[in-house]
């Protein structure tokens, strides 16, 4: 059961405030190795506090065995209420830089009250004094966190973070999404319609458009995945990726696919048809959008490639 602040002991007070010195060292330490490949100036305006909150922990600490001894008893911020919760390090490994400057603001709130509330429950003079330089220290610490928060940015620096945000996006997310959403809905065109006019059946050529979309899903989820492990080039993590571009490719087999639900074959085949044309044009305009591809180049290096397909298919299947 959580304790009340006023209820622990001058050596526990001490023990939290130095437990929670290196829990936000650690944090500090941590947000800027994720950000430091990509935002070096927000990961060094982090080392600079990482190392303040060591300074910080280790003058408790000395404060703690000239009063209680070597033995700090364990007490952490999660057993003592008032306290706001904070995500695991693994929740905030996926912040974005904006977040994580919002985050280490609210830390550096949360630890200034803490202090102040501290220096004024202590009786012991010591105590009092370092719970008060600290509380000081930590006002310090909000013209930097200030500075941290993205409203208080430089605008340059705003616009570089948001380029590079960007890129990161397009490296991670379009580009494993647009090549699954490319060959799922051109690699699948051949064997769906060669089956629709083999058979003349909606119901033939929908179990194949569907077996062709999945099995094209995990292919592609898996060689995407595989490709490289994000470590020299940026591309982030890879069963992110794989995921991406697996669910991507099955959507786009599986978007011309599910017109066969209709049981009158040529319905089904003219809005297949022109599903597969609007699957195209979302691709011309994502490669216009995001790869900086003119968009009349884009249709034509997508429409040739998809008609060439759709045209194989159709004399597949009617020969």
């Known amino acids: 059961m959580k304790r009340r602040f006023k209820d622990l002991s001058p050596a526990e007070v001490l023990a939290l405030a130095i437990s929670l010195e290196e829990q936000d060292g650690r944090l500090y330490q941590e947000f800027a190795r994720v950000l430091r490949p990509n935002y070096p100036k927000a990961a060094a305006a982090l080392d ?6 060591d300074e910080h922990r ?3 600490i000395v404060l703690f065995q000239r009063k209680f001894g070597n033995e700090i008893p364990l007490v952490r911020r999660e057993d003592v209420r008032g306290f706001v919760r904070r995500d695991s390090l693994p929740m905030l490994k996926r912040l974005d830089v904006g977040r994580v400057r919002k985050q280490v603001a609210l830390m550096e709130l949360e630890t200034q009250r803490f202090y102040n509330r501290a ?6 003079a010591d105590m009092r004094q370092l719970l008060g330089d600290l509380a000081e220290a930590e006002r310090k610490h909000e013209n930097l966190s200030a500075k941290l928060d993205p409203g208080q940015q430089p605008q340059s620096e705003r616009e570089e973070e948001s380029r590079v945000a960007q890129q990161l996006f397009v490296l991670q997310v379009v580009q494993p999404g647009l090549a699954g959403l490319m060959d799922g809905s051109v690699s699948t065109l051949a064997p769906l319609f060669a089956a629709a006019f083999a058979t003349r059946s909606s119901w033939q050529a929908l179990l194949v458009g569907m077996a062709a979309s999945v099995g094209a899903g995990i292919s ?3 060689a995407e995945a595989l490709s490289d492990d ?3 080039t940026g591309r982030g993590r890879p069963f992110l990726r794989g995921v991406i571009c697996g669910v991507m490719t099955f959507l786009g087999g599986v978007g011309h696919a599910l017109p066969y639900l209709i049981t009158h074959f040529m319905t089904a085949t003219a809005i297949a048809t022109a599903v ?3 699957e195209l044009l979302a691709i011309a305009w994502i490669r216009n959008r995001y790869m900086d591809t003119p968009f009349l180049s884009a249709m034509y290096q997508v429409v040739i490639g998809g008609v060439l397909v759709f045209l194989a298919g159709i004399l597949i299947g009617n020969s």
Do not use: K, P, T, Y
């Open 48 to 53: 600079r506090l990482r190392a303040e909150e």
């Open 119 to 124: 220096a004024e429950q202590a009786a012991d």
């Open 58 to 60: 280790h003058q408790l």
């Open 220 to 222: 592609m989820g898996f």
């Open 276 to 278: 597969v044309a609007a």
């Open 230 to 232: 994000g470590s020299l």
